[in-house]
């Protein structure tokens, strides 16, 4: 399968984007399995070859060929949805026979979210997750430009398994898409009742009061986070971060909660480092929080010694760097 390349934001991830760890469990899973037609089977495995050279054309059509033979064949929905989406051309846009590409990617996409979610395996749930993604994706700005249809899909797909965060969260993605902002912090606490064990659930909705510009319910929602994980120095690392950027960046802030906000940085930065002292980027923004705390210190002689000591810190970090390059 072709490794397109994605993007770190899930709901923003372009339908070219790697396939290939899903593909190949999903077709580790077909090939064990029972497909109910040889004809399926056969064409099945020539769309994944083609899928595979990106001959999407072709693919397309084995994979209609393959459904046809066989609709139970859940996997091979995505793929086909998929087919039709690398084929759709956005500098087209506007052209009948183009955009029924994207029409067609978005029922396929849809078939296969739907017929997935209620998989008995890792591999049908998570397909049923990209699908879902690629799904609203579709409905996107830059695609469809239909947010409205996209959002009785979510709800659909909430109803089938309401305890998968990911379906709240593309869900909230279209409220704020849309400016509904109240809806989509709804939904997020809803995520977060579905699903308290999932730091996720924490930090999506700390992203979103964060775009919101609400810090204290954003510290209180990675707060929680960390208590869900509390062995994750990442989860104690990020308040601190948040902590910092605050301090250094709202000009609004006075300098009292200048300084309260590094000394809390300090102590998360400094629980992260506790269970892990080789943590490169712990040990790079406890140097810039001491840095911002020298900043705000009227006393000379404190200033001086807390650049020193932000000063050994990176130079710590500059050597831990070179350990690990070099493999040591």
Not at 298 to 309: G, N, R, T
Request: charged share 30%.
């Amino acid at each position: 399968m072709p490794n397109h390349g994605h993007s770190r934001d899930v709901l923003r991830l372009s339908p070219r984007a790697s396939l290939t760890v899903v593909a190949t469990a999903v077709l580790v899973t077909v090939g064990c399995g029972k497909m109910g037609q040889l004809t399926a089977m056969k064409n099945f495995k020539e769309a994944n070859a083609s899928y595979g050279q990106q001959d999407y054309k072709k693919a397309a059509e084995l994979y209609e060929a393959t459904v046809k033979a066989d609709p139970n064949l859940n996997y091979a929905y995505f793929y086909l949805g998929n087919s039709y989406d690398n084929l759709y051309k956005p500098s087209k846009k506007g052209e009948q026979a183009n955009d029924a590409l994207l029409e067609s990617a978005v029922k396929n996409y849809q078939t296969a979210a739907e017929k997935l979610a209620t998989g008995s395996t890792k591999a049908e749930k998570d397909l049923a997750r990209l699908s879902l993604k690629y799904l609203v994706a579709s409905y996107g700005a830059d695609k469809l430009n239909d947010p409205a249809r996209a959002e009785p899909v979510v709800q659909r797909m909430i109803q089938l398994d309401p305890g998968e965060p990911e379906n709240y969260f593309a869900l909230a993605k279209i409220y704020e898409d849309a400016g509904a902002y109240e809806n989509a912090e709804d939904i997020l606490v809803k995520a977060k009742q579905a699903k308290p064990s999932d730091p996720a659930v924490y930090k999506t909705l700390a992203g979103y009061y964060n775009r919101q510009g609400q810090f204290e319910k954003t510290i209180k929602e990675l707060e929680d986070a960390a208590a869900s994980d509390p062995k994750s120095p990442e989860a104690r690392y990020t308040i601190a971060v948040f902590y910092w950027d605050a301090a250094f960046r709202d000009a609004r802030l006075s300098e009292n909660q200048k300084k309260e906000y590094v000394t809390k940085g300090l102590g998360e930065v400094e629980k992260a480092l506790e269970m892990k002292p080789d943590y490169i980027d712990a040990i790079v923004y406890k140097g810039l929080l001491l840095r911002l705390q020298a900043n705000l210190e009227k006393d000379v002689a404190k200033q001086q010694a807390l650049i020193k000591e932000a000063t050994g810190l990176s130079e710590k970090a500059n050597t831990l760097r070179k350990q690990k390059a070099s493999g040591a």
